[in-house]
């Protein structure tokens, strides 16, 4: 229902904040509709869907298909407070190009939440939010102040990695097919199999903008976000084509050599070098 195609993370020129600000009522107020999916270490910060009591309007593919960087879209009536998926920092943007009125929320570990088309701002920016507090309300009717290029009520959601990816926030709360994730036997056995590969997309979808299905399956995107993570951390320096040969298996050695691998960095996976692999992949992070 919206189609942010540009950096939604800066702020728009020639608005008055100041303005928005003041007509905004500062709820305060704790907020329901939202299912607790996630909670404990096994996650970079404690945070959960508040959307799952609305129809889901727009899908992340609904998103890339057309050329918006992805999100969520959730209908509701105008006016609907919007509680924060997690406590953090507040900085409003308004009037943010086709977003419309956008609250970013500065969560733990520099993970950033977005909430795109609202009528109304509830907090200055800086403002410390609790998880649940409402950080305004939704808006979205096509052609009102803060709507962007909203065609329908609705508030756009999704969630922005450390690294300035942004990813579909489901899959890191459990919502949507994602969920935590068992450990992978190939820390035993050195054989990769399903879990393994769906503890790899899980980290990739995390550091590298892996967006597609957590189900053990690597294809194409799984190979080409391996590849990025292996040119930014482990001196890979081949092609991000989907298509693994031994400059990417050598770079992920080299990510075993950090996790007890202590055989030839030759671009040949084998049981040890799996094994150190899964080691890694086995950390509490990627659960
Ligand atoms: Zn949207």
């Not at 996630?38 to 992340?60: C, E, I, M, N, Q």
Request: include cysteine; charge should be neutral.
């Amino acid at each position: 229902m919206c189609d942010n195609h540009h950096d939604e993370t800066a702020p728009a020129a020639g608005i008055s904040r100041r303005d928005l600000i003041r007509r905004a009522a500062v709820l305060g107020l704790a907020v329901g509709g939202g299912t607790l999916l996630a909670t404990g270490t096994a996650h970079a910060f404690d945070y959960y869907h508040p959307f799952t009591g609305y129809r889901l309007s727009g899908t992340w593919q609904d998103h890339l298909n057309r050329g918006s960087s992805g999100g969520l879209d959730f209908a509701m009536a105008v006016g609907t407070a919007l509680p924060a998926a997690g406590a953090g920092t507040i900085t409003n943007i308004p009037e943010n190009g086709t977003g419309g009125h956008t609250v970013t929320i500065t969560h733990a570990g520099g993970y950033r939440t977005q909430y795109m088309h609202l009528s109304a701002f509830s907090h200055a920016n800086g403002a410390q939010v609790a998880r649940g507090q409402s950080v305004g309300l939704s808006g979205g009717q096509p052609g009102a102040p803060g709507s962007g290029s909203s065609t329908g009520p609705h508030v756009h959601w999704h969630l922005i990695t450390p690294g300035g990816v942004r990813v579909d926030p489901t899959g890191y709360t459990g919502g949507g097919g994602g969920g935590s994730l068992p450990k992978t036997s190939t820390a035993q056995d050195g054989v990769p199999g399903t879990v393994f590969w769906q503890r790899a997309q899980k980290w990739l979808s995390i550091e590298s903008g892996y967006t597609g299905p957590v189900d053990g399956r690597p294809g194409a995107g799984t190979y080409s976000a391996l590849q990025r993570n292996m040119r930014d951390h482990f001196g890979y320096t081949g092609p991000i084509d989907g298509a693994p040969g031994p400059n990417t298996w050598a770079a992920l050695q080299r990510l075993g050599a950090r996790h007890g691998y202590t055989g030839p960095i030759d671009g040949v996976m084998g049981p040890n070098s799996w094994r150190a692999v899964a080691r890694f992949l086995n950390e509490d992070r990627w659960d």
